[in-house]
């Protein structure tokens, strides 16, 4: 019973991120800007991202997509707000790495991750890995162009 009720929690959670995102919309004056596109379902996230003093000091993300992708957007955008490109690198790979069952060692997905850490149920479901790893994968390109591999696409 408990184990439900916990399922509802994280379900609610992941809607209230996809009806009411964060960070969605426009960013006047980034430094950063990058769309990418997953043609499996058709998902178009346009990310956009200030740096000061080497951290990311405003995010923003437009387009349109799944329940999953939105969800993931607006959780990626509240966890990486005053991170390093290093640390948002750390975070991608521990996201990746989560929901794909890939992990090497033993991670603390909450401590990396914060509330993104409740999408590790994605796992379950290898239709919708790559709805959940677009906006992580957009801005680990949009920190650098020389970032190759995150889960290996």
């Known amino acids: 019973m408990a184990l439900s009720r916990l ?6 959670m992941i809607l209230e991120h996809a009806d009411h995102p964060h960070h969605h919309g426009v960013l006047e004056n980034s430094d950063h800007q990058l769309e990418l596109r997953n043609p499996t379902c058709g998902d ?23 329940t999953i992708s939105q969800a993931s957007a607006s959780m990626m955008t509240d966890e990486v707000i005053g991170k ?12 990746s790495n989560m929901v794909t069952g890939k992990a090497e060692t033993e991670e603390d997905y909450e401590e990396i991750l914060g509330d ?13 890995i790559k709805c959940a790893t677009l906006a992580w994968k957009a801005i680990y390109q949009a ?3 020389n ?5 290996g696409q």
């Open 7 to 12: 399922d509802n929690l994280y379900r609610q």
């Open 44 to 66: 178009v996230l346009i990310l956009q991202l200030k740096m000061e003093d080497g951290k990311v000091s405003d995010i923003a993300f437009s387009g349109e997509g799944c």
């Open 84 to 95: 390093t490109p290093n640390e948002i690198e750390k975070m991608v790979v521990a996201f």
């Open 116 to 128: 993104a850490s409740i999408l590790e149920g994605v796992a379950q479901f290898p239709a919708r």
């Open 143 to 145: 920190l650098g162009e």
């Open 147 to 151: 970032n190759k591999g995150v889960d």
